[in-house]
């Protein structure tokens, strides 16, 4: 696929937001995602992970967009794992576009009042096996300090929470 067009500017991030997806956690949610979407990997990162959804069969969007403005391609389900600094304007941004999402974030983060305020009872959850190591500056990190979960909206999951 061609590179799209930046529109609005490269996004900037804390540094501590550049914690990037190894491809088997992706890959350990990859049966629940439906084969004939096209996803959006909506926050680049090292650029990885539109990669490994493609080595995983999915059409994938993944380039150097700024979320927050409105893309001029089409796509069907938001896939990411967007920057935990901003999670707050993430969740408002997401419930503006109003499609399929999975998120991976913070288990912190089903307590947080911008979550109910904006889904309400309309999310399910995919809990991991184990605690993720998310890859840090090229290195698979060995002691991540925190739990992660799948939080998703409108992907009409069989279980509203289900464990991998």
Same mark, same amino acid.
């Given at each position: 696929?061609?590179?799209?067009?930046?529109?609005?500017? $490269?996004?900037?991030?804390?540094?501590?937001?550049?914690?990037?997806?190894?491809?088997?956690?992706?890959?350990?949610?990859?049966?629940?995602?439906?084969?004939?979407?096209?996803?959006?990997?909506?926050?680049?990162?090292?650029?990885?992970?539109?990669?490994?959804?493609? $080595?995983?069969?999915?059409?994938?969007?993944?380039?150097?967009?700024?979320?927050?403005?409105?893309?001029?391609?089409?796509?069907?389900?938001?896939?990411?794992?967007?920057?935990?600094?901003?999670?707050?304007?993430?969740?408002?941004?997401?419930?503006?576009?109003?499609?399929?999402?999975?998120?991976?974030?913070?288990?912190?983060?089903?307590?947080?009042?911008?979550?109910?305020?904006?889904?309400?009872?309309?999310?399910?959850?995919?809990?991991?096996?184990?605690?993720?190591?998310?890859?840090?500056?090229?290195?698979?990190?060995?002691?991540?300090?925190?739990?992660?979960?799948?939080?998703?909206?409108?992907?009409?999951?069989?279980?509203?929470?289900?464990?991998?």
């Amino acid at each position: 696929m061609a590179s799209l067009p930046l529109r609005g500017g $490269e996004m900037k991030f804390e540094n501590d937001d550049a914690y990037n997806t190894p491809k088997e956690v992706w890959e350990s949610i990859s049966h629940l995602i439906p084969k004939d979407k096209t996803i959006w990997e909506c926050f680049y990162g090292d650029g990885k992970s539109g990669q490994h959804f493609k $080595e995983l069969g999915f059409e994938c969007i993944h380039d150097k967009i700024d979320f927050f403005n409105d893309p001029n391609f089409e796509y069907d389900i938001l896939i990411s794992n967007p920057p935990y600094s901003i999670k707050a304007k993430v969740f408002k941004r997401l419930s503006e576009i109003d499609k399929p999402f999975i998120m991976l974030v913070p288990v912190s983060t089903m307590t947080k009042q911008y979550l109910k305020t904006y889904f309400k009872d309309n999310i399910q959850i995919i809990i991991p096996k184990k605690r993720i190591q998310f890859i840090k500056n090229g290195e698979q990190t060995s002691r991540c300090w925190f739990d992660t979960i799948f939080i998703t909206y409108k992907m009409n999951l069989d279980k509203d929470i289900i464990f991998l």
